[in-house]
């Protein structure tokens, strides 16, 4: 069930068993090898976090590293390819591995060390981002990478190398690995780091799973002195006051986020509200050590202090569609304009609160059966805001405006596939119903001519719609030869595949 050729069995919204679900597995093409299936008690429907996509896998969640080489060796009996998945999250098929074996990595999911003094951590793949703030930030600590969920895992993470709402000044994920072991197919485990195995260790990070899987990562975490940072919340009339605002800031900000309303034109284009944040220096909070308490972060569970988040979807949902969400849009705009403005508005907030405040809040009931994609484009700072600009009135022009849009500053990194450049990124969601999917997929074609001719990249995080072609172009032929060579040397077999392998590569 993929995206961009939709099925039957995708339109209708069934999810249709693997062709060889009841057979004996098939044997790698050219050898004689006897084949046992495995077992079916193991088939699952698994979705993409879009819900726009999804397929049927025979789904193991191992607790150790030998039950993750008994996979890899099913896997060789059986015949079929294996694919990892982490907490789920990322929006197309990255963590998808259709009619073949998934191994969903949750359940390893210890902190195997901690040195509260100098902030090393070490921990298996499975540990979530929300398990790891809420270990270390009694002590003083912080992951140096938040995203705008804490439901990913850190082994999810490394793999996709996301990056935060300060990926302009500390990177994506991958700085602040030191080390990780990576299991390989033929259940060799190798210690990479930037001294060892220094060219897996780069294409690993960002690898997308197709290396080997992450077992155990060891990452830096960031001293923090306040269980607060300091927020300043502003409207922006358009896109060019948001990046002269992002350009003014970028050397006394921790944190910069921009959210945009995509659906006005002309002056106003690229209107909406700026989040900037930095971190109290040691001293400034008078009382850390209860700032820095776990219930000092706790999210709020209700909005305007009675109404349920849950209950938000139910409500949304008849606002799913052009005009509702223009509404809803206004409203956000129009709130910021008039009570913080442009001048701003300071305030103190837990870092929980600054990063996932909408993690209480279940959007994807709010989607309908067409799920959501995103796409989010990379694109060079001398163009990013025309480059911008062409993409919104693009959406409008079609009748396929974005419903949500989030602006963020980055830098380059030294990682093989990275999506890191000096520029900007915006990441914009596109609601998929039965009558607009070919016009939103066509669209992302024609958005990603517009993105390569602009030097820009993509991330394999949020994509569901590019095509080989387009990788080819932007990761460039030798990068791509590059790690299909670490691959052939990692997983000489090629039995580590996903769907959006199989779709780009
Ligand atoms: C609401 C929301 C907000 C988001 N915000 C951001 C953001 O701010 N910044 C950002 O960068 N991204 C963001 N993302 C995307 C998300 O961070 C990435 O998709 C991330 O990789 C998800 O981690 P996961 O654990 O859910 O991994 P999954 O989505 O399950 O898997 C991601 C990839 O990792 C591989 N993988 C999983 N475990 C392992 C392992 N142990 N070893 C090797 N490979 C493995 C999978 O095969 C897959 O290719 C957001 C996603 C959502 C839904």
Redesign the pocket.
């Known amino acids: 069930m993929t995206l961009t050729t939709p099925t039957t069995a995708e339109r209708t919204g069934e999810v249709r068993l693997p062709k060889n679900h009841n057979r004996p597995g098939h044997a790698p093409a050219g050898t004689n090898k006897r084949v046992t299936a495995p077992p079916p008690e193991h088939l699952e429907k698994v979705m993409a976090?879009g819900m726009a996509s999804g397929s049927i896998s025979h789904v193991y969640r191992p607790t150790t590293l030998d039950g993750v080489r008994e996979i890899f060796r099913l896997a060789e009996q059986s015949g079929l390819t294996v694919?990892?998945?982490?907490?789920?999250?990322?929006?197309g098929d990255?963590?998808l591995n259709g009619e073949n074996i998934l191994i969903d990595?949750r359940r390893m999911n210890r902190i195997l060390d901690w040195d509260p003094a100098g902030g090393l951590i070490r921990l298996e793949?499975?540990v979530t981002l929300e398990q790891l703030w809420q270990y270390v930030i009694e002590d003083g600590w912080w992951p140096p990478v938040a995203?705008?969920?804490m439901?990913?895992?850190i082994?999810?993470?490394?793999?996709?190398n996301?990056?935060?709402?300060n990926a302009w000044k500390l990177g994506?994920i991958g700085d602040h690995i030191r080390e990780f072991d990576l299991l390989l197919p033929s259940g060799k485990l190798l210690t990479c780091s930037r001294e060892q195995h220094a060219d897996i260790f780069h294409a690993?990070i960002g690898g997308?799973?197709m290396l080997?899987?992450?077992?155990s990562l060891t990452l830096q975490m960031k001293r923090i002195y306040s269980g607060l940072l300091n927020v300043d919340a502003l409207s922006s009339p358009n896109l060019g006051e948001m990046m002269a605002y992002f350009d003014a800031h970028l050397h006394d900000s921790d944190y910069l986020v921009g959210w945009i309303d995509a659906f006005p034109g002309g002056r106003a284009i690229g209107r909406g509200q700026i989040h900037r944040a930095t971190y109290l220096k040691p001293g400034e909070d008078p009382h850390p050590q209860e700032t820095l308490r776990l219930d000092s972060q706790a999210i709020p569970q209700t909005m305007m202090g009675f109404l349920p988040k849950i209950w938000l979807p139910f409500f949304m949902r008849p606002f799913y569609n052009n005009l509702g969400w223009r509404m809803v849009c206004w409203a956000k705009y129009s709130a910021s304009a008039i009570l913080e403005g442009t001048a701003g508005k300071s305030y103190r907030q837990p870092h929980a609160h600054f990063h996932f405040l909408?993690d209480a809040i279940p959007?994807k009931n709010a989607y309908g059966r067409g799920g959501i994609i995103q796409y989010q484009a990379f694109i060079p700072a001398g163009t990013a805001h025309d480059t911008f600009v062409t993409l919104f009135e693009m959406g409008r022009d079609r009748g396929v405006p974005n419903y949500l849009s989030v602006l963020k500053r980055h830098r380059p990194d030294p990682f093989l596939m990275t999506h890191g450049l000096d520029g900007y990124s915006m990441a914009m969601d596109f609601h998929l119903s039965r009558h607009n999917r070919a016009k939103v997929v066509q669209l992302a074609r024609d958005m990603d001519e517009v993105v390569l001719a602009a030097g820009g990249r993509f991330?394999?995080?949020?994509d569901s719609t590019l095509r080989p072609e387009v990788v080819q172009a932007y990761l460039g032929a030798e990068t791509i030869a590059r790690f299909r060579q670490l691959k052939a040397q990692c997983d000489p077999a090629g039995m580590l595949e996903?769907n959006?392998w199989r779709r780009l590569f």
């Open positions: 976090w694919g990892f998945r982490g907490g789920g999250n990322s929006y990255a963590a990595f793949p499975g995203t705008g969920t439901r990913i895992t082994g999810g993470g490394a793999a996709m996301v990056h935060g709402k994506p690993a997308f799973g080997g899987c992450f077992t909408l959007f991330y394999f995080a949020k996903s959006l």
